[in-house]
T-cell receptor
Framework: SAVISQKPSRDICQRGTSLTIQCQVDSQVTMMFWYRQQPGQSLTLIATANQGSEATYESGFVIDKFPISRPNLTFSTLTVSNMSPEDSSIYLC????????????FGPGTRLTVT | AQRVTQPEKLLSVFKGAPVELKCNYSYSGSPELFWYVQYSRQRLQLLLRHISRESIKGFTADLNKGETSFHLKKPFAQEEDSAMYYCALRRPNFNKFYFGSGTKLNVKP
């Protein structure tokens, strides 16, 4: 299994600014993912964070808005750029480890409010 | 494209009653289906997956390819089962998960 932590746990940001969310895993993992969970809605996959290469984005999400880094096998960041109130959401980091690729382990989430 | 549908946002049952949380999916291939659960103030965690065909905490789920469904069932609900339940689909060999909108299960005493 893998234990995932995220920082910050919550933040309130002003329109037009950017926020970087950090995701730390306590063991090396093969794949890391970023999701968005808007109020009352499902988890929506933003992108897959690939170690050593650019992230792979899902339809509707672009690198300029959500740049992602993954410098090693235990860490990733997601930046929400030029924020607007529509970006208010919970952002979740998840990972699959080498042994159990069918199971995703989730972080506690980062609750972002944009004013 | 793949899609996971959970038609019920909220399901309330009394303790000891049977419970069924519905999940339907659309996918052209042979997907892998999962149920994830999020208890209050806890993080999302795996409950069960269709491949293992196991019972976890009394819950079972059968993949019905004809009806493209993966409903979660428990014969006798307990108060500690109260949580958000998400059905998820994974495309084989892609390692990407697609989640339904979730069903909040409320088990009343």
């Amino acid at each position: 299994s893998a234990v995932i932590s995220q920082k910050p746990s919550r933040d309130i940001c002003q329109r037009g600014t950017s926020l970087t969310i950090q995701c730390q895993v306590d063991s090396q993992v093969t794949m890391m993912f970023w999701y968005r969970q808007q109020p009352g809605q499902s988890l929506t996959l933003i992108a897959t964070a690939n170690q050593g290469s650019e992230a792979t984005y899902e339809s509707g999400f672009v690198i300029d808005k959500f740049p992602i880094s993954r410098p090693n096998l235990t860490f990733s960041t997601l930046t929400v750029s030029n924020m607007s109130p529509e970006d208010s959401s919970i952002y979740l980091c998840s990972a699959t480890d080498r042994g159990d690729s069918y199971e995703q382990y989730f972080g506690p989430g980062t609750r972002l409010t944009v004013t | 494209a793949q899609r996971v549908t959970q038609p019920e946002k909220l399901l309330s049952v009394f303790k000891g009653a049977p419970v069924e949380l519905k999940c339907n999916y659309s996918y052209s291939g042979s997907p892998e289906l999962f149920w994830y659960v999020q208890y209050s103030r806890q993080r999302l965690q795996l409950l069960l997956r269709h491949i293992s065909r196991e019972s976890i905490k009394g819950f079972t789920a059968d993949l019905n390819k004809g009806e493209t469904s993966f409903h979660l069932k428990k014969p006798f609900a307990q108060e500690e089962d109260s949580a958000m339940y998400y059905c998820a689909l994974r495309r084989p060999n892609f390692n990407k998960f697609y989640f339904g909108s979730g069903t909040k299960l409320n088990v009343k005493p």
